[in-house]
């Protein structure tokens, strides 16, 4: 069964940088034909998991609008590691991150969480004024 392991999350000031990192193992098709994606999930009535970015087994890469200046997602394979860079991060981003992986391709779009595999079980960002 695949698994998930989230590190990287933590507390920090507005305007402080964060990378998040997911190591990966045991998907049941073999990591290159996943897309990985990071979601978060802010609180408060209503907050489902939103998508924020991902990359495509072709190494396509995708963004939430609202993020797309200010992350990176990165792979590698070789160490089953998922990334993810975040700058300037605001009050607004402070969320539970989570980890997942879907099989096959997205088309160049975030997948929608009833796409996903798999999912790990979550690294806290926090950021504070």
């Known amino acids: 069964q695949g698994q998930l392991v989230e590190s990287g999350g933590g507390s920090v000031q507005d305007g402080g940088s964060l990378r998040l990192s997911c190591v990966f193992s045991e998907l049941t098709y073999g990591a290159r034909h996943y897309t990985m994606a990071w979601f978060r999930q802010r609180q408060g009535l209503g907050k489902g998991r939103e998508g924020v970015a991902a990359i495509e087994p072709d190494g396509s890469l995708s963004y939430a609008p609202s993020m797309k200046a200010r992350v990176i997602i990165s792979k590698d394979n070789d160490k089953s590691t998922l990334y993810l860079q975040m700058n300037d991060l605001k009050l607004e981003d402070t969320a539970m991150y989570y980890c997942?992986?879907?099989?096959?391709?997205?088309?160049?779009?975030?997948?929608?969480?009833?796409?996903?595999?798999?999912w790990g079980q979550g690294t806290q960002v926090t950021v504070s004024s």
């Open positions: 997942a992986a879907k099989y096959g391709g997205s088309w160049g779009t975030l997948p929608s969480t009833g796409e996903i595999d798999y």
